[in-house]
């Protein structure tokens, strides 16, 4: 069972587009498995299975089923009986913000991915966006872009970037582990 469970945390590690091995890394992995399944693992449950707590770990088979899921496996029982992930494809149960729909102009999203980067967005109306801060990242302040769709736990796609004067196409944030953001508020200038 301890060589299953080692082999599931790899796999995991392997989809979330990190290597887990800290404190902080641990806590951005709990928020992704919440962000893409919808349960809430504690970051100190992960650090258990990981062997980052040297305490015995005997795991509840529902907290394998949940990083089974996270991986594409229907449950811990395919994931242990060799079968192939599900096919990725199907309706999105992220946290997500649709241009015009969940956000009116002037409207702010803080945007999250790793190693660490935070953008602040406004935006401007018909799927447009300005980059109001940006902190670790190519992106600054001023950059226009437009998004239709951003959807928590995947990649984050900015068209027709216009940065420092230049047009840039396609951009992506949180390429292989994906973005995540908070909830958008109505900033009056």
Same mark, same amino acid.
Request: with cysteine; net charge positive.
């Given at each position: 069972?301890?060589?299953?469970?080692?082999?599931?945390?790899?796999?995991?590690?392997?989809?979330?587009?990190?290597?887990?091995?800290?404190? =902080?890394? /641990?806590? !951005?992995?709990?928020?992704?498995?919440?962000?893409?399944?919808?349960?809430?693992?504690?970051?100190?449950?992960?650090? =258990?299975?990981?062997?980052?707590?040297?305490?015995?770990?005997?795991?509840?088979?529902s907290t394998l089923d949940v990083l089974?899921?996270?991986?594409?496996?229907?449950?811990?029982?395919?994931?242990?009986?060799?079968?192939?992930?599900?096919?990725?494809?199907?309706?999105?149960?992220?946290?997500?913000?649709?241009?015009?729909?969940?956000? =009116?102009?002037?409207?702010?999203?803080?945007?999250?991915?790793?190693?660490?980067?935070?953008?602040?967005? =406004?935006?401007?109306?018909?799927?447009?966006?300005?980059?109001?801060?940006?902190?670790?990242?190519?992106?600054?302040?001023?950059?226009?872009?437009?998004?239709?769709?951003?959807?928590?736990?995947?990649?984050?796609?900015?068209?027709?970037?216009?940065?420092?004067?230049?047009? !840039?196409?396609?951009?992506?944030?949180?390429?292989?582990?994906?973005?995540? /953001?908070?909830?958008?508020?109505?900033?009056?200038?």
């Amino acid at each position: 069972m301890k060589e299953l469970i080692r082999k599931l945390c790899g796999s995991v590690e392997k989809y979330a587009g990190i290597e887990v091995r800290t404190a =902080r890394q /641990f806590e !951005y992995l709990a928020d992704r498995i919440e962000s893409r399944t919808g349960v809430s693992l504690s970051p100190t449950t992960l650090k =258990r299975l990981w062997g980052y707590l040297n305490e015995d770990v005997r795991p509840r088979e529902s907290t394998l089923d949940v990083l089974a899921t996270f991986c594409g496996w229907r449950n811990f029982k395919d994931f242990a009986d060799g079968r192939s992930p599900e096919i990725e494809s199907g309706n999105v149960g992220a946290k997500l913000i649709r241009a015009d729909h969940n956000v =009116r102009i002037g409207d702010e999203v803080r945007v999250f991915w790793h190693p660490g980067r935070v953008c602040v967005i =406004r935006y401007l109306g018909g799927g447009k966006w300005r980059v109001k801060e940006a902190e670790g990242t190519r992106l600054a302040a001023g950059d226009t872009f437009t998004c239709q769709l951003i959807v928590e736990g995947e990649p984050l796609y900015l068209d027709n970037l216009s940065h420092e004067g230049k047009e !840039y196409g396609v951009y992506v944030c949180g390429r292989k582990s994906g973005i995540t /953001f908070e909830a958008p508020c109505q900033k009056k200038d």
